[in-house]
């Protein structure tokens, strides 16, 4: 397996967070070390649970400096696209199944200059991205079904992380593999091991009293590139 050459991404989920206090807390993170903030947007149709839209969004770009990482779990997702990019969202990821024309939507996120990630349910095979990598900046993998925080990782989608990260090299380009969905130090260490380079984390990080300890438990879970590697990689 290749080493992991990307710098780790650390990315909390907001869905855990305090949500009387929205804005300190994605300031606290951001001071805590985290690359990305993960918004988890629900609209109670295309998942079982509900959360917030674009107001949401363009209140906490007027907080955050980092990018905001915006995971659109709503159906159809088509017509909220610019809502979400006007919002602010730097990051606009998709799950296949909320549209009909995968490859369209993805030309739209990328055309109002954002960054396009697709989403992969646990059911949803490798395959259903292997069309479209040339438009694509992020693939996540769902380790758990998507909807809700704090539920455990589906050891099964660890084969597909490591599929993914071969298709990915194939291309040459420079893709995000993000997981997402029960991530632990121990369980970070199994996608990593296998390829990933970006970690969402809600209970993980929002779920303890360190923030800045959580997200460097997470950090430590990356495995050591041998200094041969990191040599030759420049
Ligand atoms: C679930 C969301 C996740 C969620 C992860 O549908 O996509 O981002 O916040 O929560 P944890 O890290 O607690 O599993
Ligand atoms: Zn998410």
């Known amino acids: 397996m290749k080493p992991v050459t990307n710098p780790l991404i650390i990315a909390p989920s907001l869905l855990a967070a305090d949500f009387l206090r929205l804005g300190a807390e ?12 993960h918004l988890d947007v629900m609209d109670g149709h295309f998942v079982p649970n509900i959360t917030f839209g674009p107001l949401v969004v363009k209140a906490l770009k007027s907080r955050s ?4 990482d915006v995971h659109l779990m709503i159906a159809p997702v088509d ?19 909320a549209g ?15 960054k396009a990630g697709v989403v992969l349910n646990p059911a949803t095979p490798v395959d259903t991205v292997a069309h479209v990598l040339d438009l694509v900046d992020i ?3 769902m380790t ?3 909807g809700f925080g704090g539920q455990a990782f589906i050891e099964s989608q660890l084969a597909k992380i490591a599929t993914l990260r071969r298709m990915i090299d194939a291309t040459g380009r420079d893709i995000y593999l993000q997981i997402d969905g029960g991530i632990t130090p121990v369980t970070a260490r199994d996608v990593l091991n296998v390829g990933a380079d970006c970690l969402v984390a809600g209970t993980a990080v929002f779920g303890k009293p360190d923030y800045a300890g959580a997200i460097a438990d997470l950090r430590a879970a990356a495995p ?6 990191a040599v030759s990689a420049g």
């Not at 994605?26 to 903030?37: H, I, K, Q, R, T």
């Not at 017509?79 to 006007?86: E, G, L, S, T």
């Not at 050591?224 to 590697?229: A, D, L, N, S, Y």
């Open 144 to 146: 758990v079904n998507p």
């Open 26 to 37: 994605a300031e606290a993170v951001e001071n805590a070390g985290a690359d990305w903030l």
């Open 65 to 68: 400096k980092i990018p905001l």
């Open 224 to 229: 050591k590139i041998m200094p041969e590697f």
């Open 100 to 114: 009909p024309h995968l490859h369209r939507t993805l030309q739209l996120i990328r055309s109002l200059g954002k």
């Open 79 to 97: 017509p909220y696209i610019v809502a979400f990019a006007d919002a602010g969202a730097d990051h606009i990821s998709v799950h296949p199944e």
């Open 139 to 141: 693939i996540m993998v």
